[in-house]
């Protein structure tokens, strides 16, 4: 059991990629090959100071951190920077990370919905970096990687959709995206801030199909509305015989109107006023 123990302490470390942002690569079992690199490095920087500075002094920017590889391992303390900071040429290697938003589009994908409609559609999503060690360390190119995968996320999203759907629902699909998105990026080091569903294109035949049907329907509503518009003058009028035919001389009265209203008019017709009494009165005898 004491041997098991012994043995099991004196395990090299784990040198799968890195799964929690904490851990960190131990260097100090560089073995003695790398003792002497190292040492070798060292006495050969000191012999051309003060030239050699510009081989060992580097800096970063306040946006970007410098993930330093040294004979293969990372370097204990994670990324450096901001600032400046001293690195050993012969055994050094530097990747340099960018921590700002990145914005790219993704390209027009052509779509089957699921009630078969065949449609363009392209969006744009903002990401950025937030892990730079595990940004290079569990993913070869982790922009190129995102990009590939938004463009996919946003064909199989799109796919369980109704095209009325997609031109009514793009907020809940942008939101559904984002956080498949980042759930599966969260692995890489990057978080996905948000993801915008940016034009849907139809086919032309589908346009001109949807113009048609909106402008039957809106020609549907203009029929109806001016039935209902026939129908309240009809009541309107019906209420205003009603109250002409409670007075004799009410009649009379609008005949008149009526003949004021065309004289105004500037025209050559000619009206002889007839008193409706003898109408009236002809009627009767009849």
């Not at 990629?17 to 003695?32: C, E, I, V």
């Not at 600032?83 to 530097?94: A, E, K, N, S």
């Not at 390209?107 to 970096?129: G, M």
């Not at 109806?224 to 009410?250: C, H, M, T, W, Y």
């Amino acid at each position: 059991m004491h041997s098991a123990a012994m043995q099991q302490r004196d395990a090299p470390p784990a040198t799968g990629p890195l799964s929690d942002p904490g851990q960190q690569r131990d260097t100090k079992g560089m073995g003695f090959c790398g003792v002497v690199l190292l040492l070798m490095s060292y006495a050969l920087i000191i012999l051309t100071f003060p030239f050699s500075l510009c081989l060992c002094i580097k800096v970063v920017a306040e946006y970007e951190r410098a993930v330093i590889f040294r004979l293969g391992r990372i370097l204990e303390g994670g990324a450096k920077g901001p600032g400046l900071f001293i690195i050993v040429p012969c055994m050094d290697m530097i990747r340099k990370v960018d921590l700002r938003t990145v914005t790219f589009d993704v390209p027009p994908q052509e779509v089957l919905t699921k009630d078969s409609v065949t449609v363009a559609v392209d969006a744009v999503v903002y990401y950025r970096i937030y892990n730079p060690v595990i940004a290079v360390t569990n993913v070869e190119d982790a922009d190129r990687s995102t990009r590939l995968l938004a463009a996919t996320t946003l064909r199989n999203v799109l796919g369980t959709k109704n095209l009325s759907e997609i031109l009514s629902e793009r907020e809940s699909i942008s939101n559904m995206m984002q956080n498949m998105l980042d759930d599966a990026t969260d692995p890489w080091g990057v978080k996905v801030e948000r993801v915008e569903v940016k034009d849907v294109r139809l086919p032309v035949q589908l346009q001109r199909a949807m113009a048609a049907e909106a402008e039957a329907a809106r020609e549907a509503r203009a029929k109806v509305i001016a039935a209902e518009g026939e129908q309240k003058a009809s009541r309107a009028l019906k209420e205003a015989a009603d109250v002409i035919n409670e007075s004799p001389f009410a009649l009379q009265l609008r005949y008149l109107q009526t003949l004021n209203t065309i004289s105004a008019e500037k025209n050559s017709t000619i009206i002889f006023p007839l008193p409706l009494e003898i109408l009236a009165h002809f009627m009767h005898k009849s």
